[in-house]
């Protein structure tokens, strides 16, 4: 196939035939003759040349290398350009490739053309760079707001993009909706490929879609990467992984920019974007994906059911990286990283009220909302955001008022948060969902960074559950630890809570103490892959026994005895100072040991407790030095169908799962862990 861009294809029922396998080589392929879907026996993959990418894109080629000719200087003064050639279509977008973002869609040439970069109420303001349809011709302006160039220290930061002459950059220009409608599609694997570059890259079209896997690909949105819609039945039998979904919201773009109804906010609606889903989704595996520069990340809609959500990393969102609405059945979220994001899980109401309420696990899960985003802008509309061009949101967000007794699990998480500058009474903890019989929030970790109240608004007579959980402020001042907790009353510690209450069996367990983060690498701007060994805490307290689930029996529950995400540390086997290759070999040896139960847990082998009995896998055969040191080898050569190397927790590199599976010991293979 030769490479061009393409408008938009369908897939759904016709042409494509059951077990096609469609390659696409490296660069951006033409539209395939495509309506397609397989079948249980025969699937159809898309994929790209095995070692190359492909990009599926909607982006016009004329704009796509510098330099080049395409654009004409309209007016020097702003460095407004349009095109040379006469082009229409509609929504128009663009992306910078250079550095990787998206710009704004104007609405109005009165506010792109604007020498006006503070907010006047509804008077003509220049939010930043962007592109707009007007007439035959695209005009585009990528001047920067001058008040956006500053850092949160008032350092002066460089623009971007760095030349505001478009024939001079590399530009990814798109003129309509869809790239790919999935219409009734069934049994599709999509495999090692990009798709970019249009408002919506996948919409199923309100039609039920099942089987469909996305497999290592890249999503680049203008405003909505995988739309799924609510259909009858519900889209189904869906496997998201090891993809990464971008909206490409630029630094400069302030919440207020998309939020806010009483000033002009030109960036919406693109930026108002969801990564994945609008729709009820059923049987959806969505897992070691990266969810980056979003507004909104993903959301869990009504109706939604026996969903997991695991191992995911989502950084840089300016919203909330997770909705999850209360009228959900059987959804996991777990092992997920929340870096550097605005809000993390938030609470929506039931969209259809009726429909059935079910437990929504959330657990192990790191939520670091504590660095700042940008917020309000000076003179707008809002008068809460007026003072607060940096500010963070909630770890635990909300968008409405009605309807929140949701079932929520809250376990073995870290939060990490600080005060919430526009709305300074909203707590760290789950105040968003309701106090109910099926509300519990056990064994986290709540950590603010300054004076940030915990717990706040859930009373004994909702019949909700807490205890485990470590609390802790790391200053004093006007917001108290707990707020109309338990009772209507407030507390400034955890021991004047439990003095007032003899009583009652809420945080019989938990601990008021600091967890000792070391901040100096939280900090660290840089997410690499020692992610998750940041939030390990200091103190030893935290790796004790809180809450009880005995009798809950929830996913990941058992033998774990620790509060917080992270695990205990692994043990340096043979005691040189240094977790290395050799702990891992004693360690292996250790767990074919016939100790590997409570109370000796393989001689403090079995880092997690888990109890998994290796000899159970017949590939051992009980010969501890051949088979050990064979699977070891095994390992490094990484055959895919004998053993698979995860980062446990998604990703970390301090703890290591290996998986040791013989063909015939199905679904549960042997674990071992190696720390590192």
């Not at 592109?131 to 695209?138: T, V």
């Not at 490929?193 to 919506?200: P, S, V």
């Not at 007032?500 to 690498?521: C, H, M, R, Y």
Request: hydrophobic share 35%; glycine share 6%; net charge negative.
């Amino acid at each position: 196939m030769t490479a061009a861009s393409f408008r938009s294809f369908v897939i759904n029922r016709q042409n494509f035939e059951c077990a096609d396998n469609t390659i696409f080589s490296g660069g951006t392929p033409v539209q395939p003759d495509s309506n397609i879907q397989g079948n249980a026996s025969a699937p159809i993959t898309i994929q790209s040349y095995p070692d190359e990418e492909a990009t599926i894109t909607g982006a016009l080629s004329y704009f796509m290398t510098a330099p080049n000719s395409e654009w004409v200087l309209v007016d020097p003064d702003i460095n407004l350009y349009r095109t040379s050639r006469s082009l229409s279509g509609s929504p128009v977008g663009a992306w910078l490739l250079n550095d990787d973002i998206s710009i704004i869609q104007y609405g109005s040439s009165t506010n792109m053309d604007s020498t006006s970069y503070t907010l006047n109420g509804m008077n003509a303001f220049y939010n930043g760079p962007g592109i707009m349809q007007r007439g035959s011709y695209l005009y585009i302006r990528l001047e920067p707001n001058p008040y956006d160039l500053n850092d949160i220290s008032g350092n002066r930061i460089n623009p971007v993009p760095a030349t505001y002459n478009p024939n001079q950059i590399p530009i990814a220009v798109w003129t309509y909706n869809t790239l790919i409608t999935l219409s009734s599609a069934k049994y599709i694997h999509f495999k090692d490929l990009a798709f970019a570059y249009c408002q919506r890259i996948f919409d199923t079209s309100s039609t039920s879609t099942s089987n469909i896997e996305f497999d290592h690909c890249k999503i680049k949105y203008g405003a909505y990467g995988v739309l799924v819609r609510d259909a009858t039945p519900s889209s189904h039998d869906w496997y998201v992984h090891d993809c990464e979904f971008t909206n490409g919201i630029p630094d400069w773009i302030h919440w207020l920019d998309v939020k806010s109804r009483d000033n002009p906010y030109e960036a919406y609606p693109e930026f108002q974007s969801d990564a994945l889903s609008q729709g009820a989704m059923v049987n959806f595996l969505i897992e070691r994906n990266v969810f980056r520069n979003v507004f909104d990340g993903m959301t869990v809609p009504s109706g939604s059911r026996n969903v997991t959500i695991r191992r995911n990393v989502f950084e840089y969102s300016t919203d909330d990286a997770m909705n999850i609405c209360k009228d959900v059945n059987n959804v996991e979220v777990a092992y997920n990283m929340f870096w550097h994001v605005a809000s993390g899980i938030s609470c929506l109401s039931a969209a259809n009220p009726g429909k059935p309420t079910g437990p929504i696990y959330i657990h192990h899960n790191i939520i670091d909302n504590s660095a700042y985003h940008r917020g309000g802008r000076p003179n707008c509309g809002d008068t809460r955001w007026r003072p607060y061009p940096w500010a963070t949101l909630d770890p635990f967000g909300s968008h409405d008022s009605t309807d929140k007794n949701a079932w929520w699990r809250l376990y073995n998480n870290t939060i990490i948060t600080r005060w919430d500058a526009p709305y300074s009474s909203a707590p760290a903890g789950p105040s968003t969902v309701w106090g109910n019989s099926q509300k519990y929030v056990y064994n986290n970790i709540f950590f603010s960074r300054d004076n940030r109240t915990i717990f706040k608004d859930d009373l004994f007579s909702a019949g909700s559950h807490y205890d485990g959980d470590v609390i802790y402020q790391t200053s004093t001042g006007s917001y108290k630890l707990l707020v109309s907790f338990g009772t209507t009353s407030s507390y400034s510690t955890l021991a004047a809570f439990r003095a007032a209450n003899p009583t009652s069996d809420w945080e019989v367990t938990g601990l008021g103490i600091d967890p000792q983060f070391d901040f100096t690498k939280i900090d660290n701007p840089v997410y690499d892959a020692n992610i998750w060994e940041r939030y390990r805490p200091a103190n030893p307290q935290v790796f004790t026994q809180g809450a009880s689930y005995a009798g809950l029996n929830w996913p990941d529950t058992q033998y774990v005895n620790y509060r917080g995400a992270i695990p205990p540390e692994g043990a340096n086997l043979n005691e040189t100072g240094l977790v290395s290759f050799a702990d891992f070999v004693i360690l292996a040896n250790q767990w074919l040991a016939n100790d590997c139960f409570p109370p000796l847990w393989c001689t403090g082998a079995d880092i997690n407790k888990r109890g998994i009995n290796e000899k159970s896998c017949d590939s051992w055969n009980g010969q501890p030095n051949y088979n050990v040191y064979r699977s070891i080898h095994k390992i490094f050569q990484r055959p895919p169908q004998i053993a698979r190397d995860i980062r446990y927790q998604s990703g970390q590199v301090y703890s290591k799962v290996f998986f040791f599976q013989s063909p015939s010991i199905s679904p549960q293979p042997c674990i071992i862990y190696w720390s590192r």
